[in-house]
């Protein structure tokens, strides 16, 4: 958890003193990563970047990206009810707009879904209210 907090934390007050801000946060969450083989861990980790963003900034809209694999590889299948960003693994934007339907890997509404028919391309599911904190 601290971990995560802190790197947080640290990563706000860097963009800050750049001038930087942003009423949106993107958690990336995908294998690629060094993740600790301990879900439970894993997902304190996560729980600690999402506090920080609720303590440390001004009424942030947060989702998380990853694939329904990844997430359940990583987290194992945690619900935190937060807004999804999906990566399909689909290269057709029909398959794409179908997933806008699928259930949502984090609890919360799928938002984003991603396809590659050769870069990524986003299809935007449903309009994210921003000044949210979760769903």
């Keep these: 958890y601290d971990y995560g907090y802190q790197a947080t934390a640290y990563d706000i007050h860097y963009a800050d003193n750049l001038g930087l801000t942003s009423p949106l946060w993107l958690l990336d969450v995908e294998t690629d990563n ?52 999906l990566g399909t693994g689909s290269t057709t934007l029909t398959a794409a707009i179908s997933a806008c339907h699928d259930p949502s890997f984090t609890g919360g509404f799928i938002w984003l879904t991603q396809y590659t028919p050769y870069l990524d391309e986003d299809y935007v599911c449903r309009i994210l209210p921003l000044w949210t904190v979760g769903e």
């Design 34 to 85: 060094s993740w600790s083989n301990n879900p439970l861990i894993k997902r304190m980790s996560l729980q600690g970047v999402i506090n920080a963003l609720k303590d440390l900034t001004f009424r942030p809209t947060i989702g998380i990206y990853s694939t329904i694999n990844q997430w359940a590889v990583i987290t194992n299948n945690w619900r935190p009810a937060y807004s999804a960003w």
